[in-house]
C-alpha cells in the first residue's frame, strides 16, 4: 500500500524485480495529500490533512471504494488537520491539528467512530501542530515540534499522559518506537543559550516514559 500524493495504490511486490500495480483510488477530493497512512487487513486508513480521515476498502485492488470519512471540523479560525494514523486491534488513533491524539473505535472496521480525545501537556491548543504517531505495545508515541510525549492507549476510551520529552529546540520529523526504545529524527533547531542544536538521528529510552533519557 502506497501513499502517492493525492491516490492510494496497491502494488504486488512478490516478485521485487518486478512490481504490479494492482489498484488506484483518488482518496483526496483536493489538493491535500495524504499525510498518514495505515493498513489492517484489507483495509487503509489514511490521515487526508483538512479532509480529515479516509476509510477505503481494498478487498479488491482493482475497485477500491471509499467506505467513510471522518472530517476535521475548524476550530475558530484554524483549519484542523488530520496529519497521521495508526492502528492496533480494534482501535485506531490519529493525529489532528487542535485534538491532539484521538482514538476512533473499529468495531466496524469500514467505518471508524471516535471513542476519545487526548491534549498533550504543554502545547497552545488548537495550534498544537502533532506531527507523527507510532505505536509501541499500549503506548503512543507522538512527536510535534520539539517534543516527545508519551500516551498510555491500554484504555482508548481513557488516554493519559505517561511523560514527555523534549529536543530542546530542533524540530522532530519522525519516530518509531520498540520496546521502549525510541528513534527520532531531528531538524537543525536553536537551543536557548546554546546555539545551534544537530540534526540527524536521536535515540531515546523511553522505558520509563516519566524519564526519558537521550543515548
Known amino acids: 500500500y502506497v501513499a502517492m500524493n493525492t491516490d492510494l495504490a496497491v502494488i504486488d511486490v512478490h516478485d521485487p524485480a518486478s ?3 494492482l489498484g488506484q483510488i ?16 484489507a ?17 479488491d485492488p482493482a475497485s477500491m471504494r471509499i467506505t467513510a470519512t471522518n472530517e476535521c471540523k475548524p476550530i475558530g479560525i484554524c483549519d484542523s488537520a488530520a496529519r497521521d494514523v495508526a492502528v492496533r486491534g480494534e482501535y485506531l488513533f490519529l493525529v489532528r491539528d487542535g485534538y491532539g491524539l484521538v482514538s476512533f473505535s473499529l468495531a466496524d472496521p469500514l467505518k471508524p467512530a471516535g471513542a476519545d480525545q487526548f491534549v498533550p501537556s504543554d502545547v497552545p491548543f488548537p495550534y498544537d501542530a502533532l ?34 520529552w523534549s ?32 540534526s540527524g538521528l536521536r535515540v531515546l529510552d523511553g522505558s520509563d516514559p516519566a524519564t526519558s533519557v537521550e543515548l
Not at 141 to 150: D, R, Y
Not at 174 to 180: D, I, R
Open 19 to 21: 512490481p504490479a500495480l
Open 26 to 41: 483518488r482518496v483526496s477530493a483536493v489538493a491535500t495529500h495524504i499525510h498518514g497512512l495505515a493498513v489492517q487487513g
Open 43 to 59: 483495509t487503509a486508513y489514511c490521515a487526508n490533512y483538512t479532509e480529515g480521515l479516509k476509510t477505503v476498502d481494498a478487498a
Open 131 to 164: 506531527e507523527r504517531v507510532w505505536l509501541d505495545g499500549t503506548t503512543a508515541v507522538v512527536i510535534g515540534g520539539s517534543n516527545v510525549w508519551f500516551v498510555d492507549t491500554s484504555d482508548p476510551l481513557e488516554m493519559a499522559e505517561l511523560g514527555r
Open 167 to 198: 529536543t530542546g529546540g530542533a524540530e522532530l520529523t519522525g519516530v518509531s518506537a520498540e520496546t521502549g526504545r525510541v528513534v527520532l529524527a531531528s531538524l537543525w533547531g536553536v537551543v536557548p543559550g546554546v546555539g545551534l542544536d544537530r
